[in-house]
């Protein structure tokens, strides 16, 4: 099975701060790998797909990167609405489809 | 708009059994794979099972493999996850997930319906 590893698990950031979230495989995944937002009890949302292809209606301050074994998610400027959990998820060898552990986002 | 909605879930004993089920809405169900993903309370997500959208190729997870029986009826534009011999650690949010169409990411899921394994 691929193991996804999230890093930081957690950060704060203020509105208006650039982050950036890093997502390491364990093998190469090309680019089959996919980001969500996750609210505080509510079911996650597709950010990303392909690692760097912004889902239909996602802002466009969300942008990812790279390929193999290594990505980022970045957000350009962060918004309220922004403070959560992000998971990232790859899809090149299933199954099992794997997720990483999740990045909390917090305010500081 | 696109929607998914999920139910079933309730508090059972450990050893008991359970189905859920996934209406899905405003989407053409029947051309596209679908997948139920879980968390536990507290913790992150784990797919669950995945089969696809003629129902011809089914998946699952190791941890319920055995256990869980994943279906669909696309007549009714459904899925479905029976689940059996419920363990403690199968507590958590089960969510029904509609795949993309470049890849087996998620696209649309449900809210979610929490399922209990209690005595």
């Known amino acids: 099975d691929i193991q996804m590893t999230q890093s930081p698990s957690s950060l704060s950031a203020s509105v208006g701060d650039r982050v950036t979230i890093t997502c390491r495989a364990s093998?190469?995944?090309?680019?089959?790998l996919a980001w969500y937002r996750q609210k505080p009890g509510k079911a996650p949302k597709l950010l990303l797909y392909?690692?760097?292809t912004l889902e239909s209606g996602v802002p466009s301050r969300f942008s990812g990167s790279g390929s193999g074994t290594d990505f980022t998610l970045t957000i350009s400027s962060l918004q309220p609405e922004d403070f959560a959990t992000y998971y990232c998820?790859?899809?090149?060898?299933?199954?099992?489809?794997?997720f990483g552990q999740g990045t909390r986002l917090e305010i500081k | 708009e696109v929607q998914v909605v999920e139910s079933g879930g309730d508090l059972v004993q450990p050893g008991g059994s359970l189905r859920l089920s996934c209406a899905a809405s405003?989407?053409?169900?029947?051309?596209?794979?679908m997948n139920w993903v879980r968390q536990a309370p507290g913790k992150g997500l784990e797919w669950v099972s995945y089969i696809s959208a003629r129902g011809s190729t089914i998946y699952y997870a190791d941890s319920v493999k055995g256990r869980f029986t994943i279906s669909r009826d696309n007549a009714k534009n459904s899925l479905y996850l029976q689940m059996h011999s419920l363990r403690a650690e199968d507590t958590a949010v089960y969510y029904c997930?509609?795949?993309?169409?470049?890849?087996?990411?998620?696209?649309?899921w449900g809210q979610g319906t929490p399922v209990t394994v209690s005595s």
């Open positions: 093998q190469g995944i090309s680019n089959s």
């Open positions: 392909a690692a760097s």
């Open positions: 998820q790859q899809y090149y060898n299933t199954p099992p489809i794997t």
């Open positions: 405003t989407f053409t169900f029947s051309s596209y794979s």
């Open positions: 997930a509609s795949e993309g169409n470049w890849g087996s990411y998620f696209n649309y």
